[in-house]
C-alpha cells in the first residue's frame, strides 16, 4: 500500500488526484510549511491549487525508509513559477494505519527553497541564508 501510495505522488497529475487520494483516511493529517490539514476534501483542494498555481509540477522519491507504522521518504519537487525552474529536496513521515495514509508531514526549507528564489525579497533572503 506504501509503495503505491509513493507511486501515485510521482505520478500525480491535475486529471489523477483522485488515485493518490484512495490511499489516504478521510480524517488525514497534512503539514507542510504552509499547510495544515485535516481531512481528505482539503487535501484535494490544496493539491488542485498547487496544480492552478504551478506550471509542471513534479515529485520524484528518491528514497524511502519503511519501518511499521511510520515511513520516511526523501523526495525532490520540481516546478515552474514566475517563469523560474524551482526544485529542491524534502523529507516526508507518513504514517498509516490499516491499509490507508493517516498522517503525511513534509520537512523543508521554504526560504531557501522558494523565497530566496523570488524577484525582490529574494534578495533579502538569500542574506539570511548565506
Known sequence: MFQKYLESFENLKEDNIDQLLKHVSENIIFIDPFHKITNKRDMKKMLEKMFERLESP???????IKKSKINLVKWEFSCISFKRNFAFTGLSEVEIKGSLVTKHVDF???????????PVVGKIFKKIHG
Request: with cysteine.
Open 58 to 64: 513534479n515529485f520524484k522519491v528518491l528514497y524511502y
Open 108 to 118: 523543508w526549507d521554504s526560504g531557501k527553497s522558494i523565497y530566496c528564489n523570488l
